[in-house]
């Protein structure tokens, strides 16, 4: 007969279903489970930073403050000989740079370990070393590492440290880089003005010999050339002004000679014959030739009146008037032959004149071009020596400026801050570490307890339970086991050794703690136990359950000692209760009151008749034991039978209360069969040894055969030594007569 059963809560099988999943919830849940282990860690986290502290050696930082200037001091009211910076943004950059680096370099190092002797200084260089001679290098490089330049954003200051064991020396030290490159800085710059001032001399000696010579050069020049009261431009002037007379007059006088040889040409053309035909152009030039032209002309017309008056030419009349032409024509013509001679004279003249002119002007064009070559060479002279003068000023300007400037040197880096003794340590932080120490172990201890809960598997507490595997809790149980080795069987699963003694005349230590609700009925166990009982008779108020299997899912977590308290707790109310040892393949029910395992359900199966004869009265009133009895090849298929079905009919026939002990369903198929034939199984789960997959396994196993699960018991849950209930219940471990003194 299979009991109907309550189907499982909708909610519980959902979440027994449902997969883990990582969520905040399982976060918070693993941190209050394992808090003692996230404390532990951080605690101890916090406690390695403390002891690395404390165990490091403590460093002090000096601190100076340095002002570098690119562009320095100008005191004579313009730059420096030497150029330390420019205006150039990345110019000052890489000095800044650059000087950064010259502060921390091996030279300033080697000047600084030199002057303050730490090449003998033990404590500096260290006791293992200075057995050693070491090598200034050596010492420098060490200090170099101490040594860092920070610069200080957006000025032109930088912050110079060294860190050392000892605050006194940091500061010694410190003190030594600053001033040692101060005054490596101004020497630098007195050496490069030292030997700016020698070149400058130098070369002011040879310009001035240069300009020296180019002064006489110009003076000989002048005397060769007689240039030495009018300029070039003066003579330049007056030849221009003579060149020019010489050429208006030369032009005026070729152009009274083209005014010759005109009048020339006319007069050659008067025909001597007839010379009444003369250009006005030459009549104007003589009164007489015209006074002569006319007494010409009227003798002709005189003549030719006469004849027209019929006057022969032999007419003494005709004659005296031909007498009078030939005279006048003969004083005209030689008038003409006269001034035609003056008109050649003339032109000789003039032509003689423009020859002397061209001379002239010619003589006048060489001397030009003669002056023009002296004054290209004379410009030269003059150039060489203006510029030589110029530079001899600007040398002589630069080589006074170097020497103010070496008498009265200016520093464009100087010290603004000098270095303090430093009080408290840079290193160890120990806030800060102590800090660090503090979240790196929250978060370390987090981890861990998040990392134990994914990692353990094993069912922790009854609320985690009862939510993975969906089944109620019926209670929990602390742990009563005596201790001792286990012993494995063979087929898997073991129990406890324990010591078998008088439960009426040894303590709890020594008594078995499956009997522990019987001898020690005031005890917390006794409680649980009763607790239990209570929660399965108000499961199923209306339809009892009579037949209750108790088994686990794997061996060793407490099934039989369960069973036993369930079972003492059922009797103590008054109910006939039979303890059934069901596991066939390593009983242990009559081990609880030595009794022999001669006979038991087996037997019962091969003779239902006789079945009184394997039931066993036990010193707890109400309470009787079936034992197992011999152990048979094949128990499972036992389960099956219809004899084994008699047998458990009988049972409820006789008894009030069946309590069945079955084998692991984990291992064997046996406790899955019992479930079947029974009212209700309760499962036996373990604090700390059972797997929560098994488990889970176990309760899917029950439910696909159909069977009744009533609920677990958390076995061995967290506890022992003394436990008390709101004060009242003796503490476990104490007698009844202990607690009744008490």
Request: charged share 25%; net charge neutral.
């Amino acid at each position: 007969m299979i009991p109907s059963q309550a189907p499982p809560s909708p909610v519980a099988g959902a979440a027994a279903e449902q997969e883990e999943t990582f969520s905040p919830a399982i976060f918070v849940r693993a941190v209050r489970k394992h808090w003692l282990i996230a404390l532990t860690l951080m605690v101890a986290s916090v406690i390695c930073s403390w002891l690395y502290s404390a165990n490091q050696r403590k460093l002090y930082e000096a601190v100076a403050t340095v002002q570098l200037d690119p562009q320095p001091l100008t005191p004579l009211g313009h730059s420096q000989v030497v150029e330390s910076g420019s205006d150039s943004y990345w110019s000052n950059q890489e000095y800044f740079a650059t000087q950064h680096q010259v502060i921390t370099s091996r030279k300033i190092a080697l000047l600084v370990v030199q002057k303050l002797g730490l090449m003998s200084d033990a404590t500096f260089i260290g006791p293992q070393n200075s057995e050693h001679k070491m090598a200034p290098e050596q010492v420098a490089e060490g200090l170099r590492a101490r040594l860092k330049v920070e610069p200080i954003e957006d000025s032109r200051l930088a912050r110079v440290k060294f860190t050392d064991a000892d605050p006194a020396r940091a500061q010694r030290i410190l003190t030594a880089v600053v001033d040692t490159y101060v005054e490596q800085n101004l020497d630098t710059t007195l050496d490069a003005t030292n030997k700016t001032v020698e070149w400058l001399d130098m070369q002011l000696a040879r310009l001035k010999g240069d300009l020296e010579s180019q002064e006489m050069d110009l003076h000989d020049f002048k005397i060769k050339y007689n240039l030495l009261s009018v300029s070039y431009g003066d003579q330049s002037n007056m030849l221009r002004a003579q060149i020019q007379q010489l050429n208006e007059t030369l032009t005026a006088l070729k152009a009274k000679k083209e005014n010759v040889v005109a009048r020339i040409d006319i007069l050659k053309k008067i025909n001597p014959e007839d010379p009444a035909d003369v250009p006005a152009s030459v009549l104007f030039t003589s009164d007489t030739l015209s006074m002569l032209r006319s007494s010409y002309i009227d003798a002709k017309r005189e003549r030719a009146s006469l004849k027209a008056f019929g006057k022969d030419d032999n007419h003494p009349q005709v004659q005296a008037a031909s007498a009078a032409v030939e005279a006048s024509r003969g004083a005209l013509t030689a008038e003409l032959a006269n001034i035609k001679h003056g008109a050649d004279l003339e032109l000789a003249a003039v032509g003689q004149e423009v020859a002397g002119l061209n001379g002239l002007y010619e003589s006048a064009k060489h001397e030009a071009l003669e002056l023009n070559l002296k004054e290209l060479e004379y410009s030269r002279l003059e150039r060489s020596k203006d510029n030589t003068e110029k530079l001899f000023g600007l040398v002589l300007e630069r080589s006074t400026e170097s020497g103010l400037s070496k008498m009265m040197p200016f520093n464009n880096v100087r010290v603004l801050d000098r270095p303090l003794r430093p009080g408290a340590p840079v290193f160890p932080k120990t806030g800060t570490n102590l800090a660090v120490g503090a979240v790196l172990g929250l978060l370390l201890g987090l981890g861990g307890a998040l990392g134990r809960d994914l990692l353990d598997r094993t069912v922790r507490n009854a609320e985690d339970t009862e939510r993975e595997l969906g089944l109620s809790v019926l209670g929990s149980l602390q742990d009563v086991s005596g201790g001792g080795k286990q012993s494995v069987g063979y087929y898997g699963y073991g129990r406890s050794r324990r010591q078998r003694v008088n439960p009426e005349t040894t303590t709890a230590d020594s008594v078995d703690p499956e009997l522990l609700v019987h001898t020690h009925p005031k005890s917390v166990v006794a409680e649980a136990a009763r607790a239990i009982r209570t929660n399965l008779m108000f499961m199923s108020p209306d339809q009892p359950f009579r037949c209750l299997l108790v088994t686990s899912a794997g061996p060793a977590e407490g099934k039989t000692t369960v069973a036993a308290c369930i079972a003492v707790a059922m009797a103590q109310t008054g109910q006939r209760v039979c303890l059934v040892d069901c596991d066939l393949r390593k009983p242990r029910v009559h081990t609880l009151f030595k009794e022999r395992n001669d006979r038991g359900v087996t037997t019962a199966l091969l003779d239902p008749s006789d079945m009184d004869a394997s039931i066993l009265g036990t010193p707890v009133a109400n309470l009787s034991v079936m034992k197992a009895g011999p152990t048979p090849p094949n128990p499972a298929d036992l389960m099956h039978t219809e004899a084994f079905g008699k047998v458990l009919d009988g049972l409820r026939a006789r008894f009030d209360r069946v309590v069945i002990d079955s084998p692991p369903i984990g291992l064997v198929t046996d406790g899955v069969i019992l479930a079947t034939r029974v009212d209700a199984t309760v499962l036996v789960v373990r604090a700390l040894s059972t797997r929560r997959d098994a488990a889970k396994r176990a309760v899917r196993a029950l439910r696909d055969v159909g069977a009744n699960c009533a609920g677990f018991v958390l076995n061995a849950s967290a506890g022992g030594g003394r436990y008390y209930y709101s004060g009242y219940y003796a503490p476990y471990g104490a007698t009844e007569q202990e607690s009744s003194a008490s």
